[in-house]
């Protein structure tokens, strides 16, 4: 079973959202001073933000059908 507290949301979806934040502004600073090894950083905080906002519809979806 999925716990449901808080500190289980901000775990799994807040603080990942964050870095991934992190990644695309820095990938974005990179590009923007003309240093195109930038767009890595941002390509994966792209990736890393969908992946969790994929594990968000997951979770929700899955605690609406099983609780």
Do not use: C, N, R
Request: no cysteine; proline share 4%; aromatic share 18%.
């Amino acid at each position: 079973m999925i716990p449901t507290d808080p500190q289980f949301l901000y775990m799994v979806l807040v603080l990942p959202t964050l870095f991934g934040l992190t990644l695309v502004g820095e990938g974005i600073y990179k590009v923007i001073h003309a240093e195109w090894h930038g767009l890595v950083s941002l390509i994966f905080g792209i990736i890393f933000i969908a992946v969790v906002i994929f594990a968000y519809i997951f979770f929700s979806t899955y605690l609406s059908t099983h609780v």
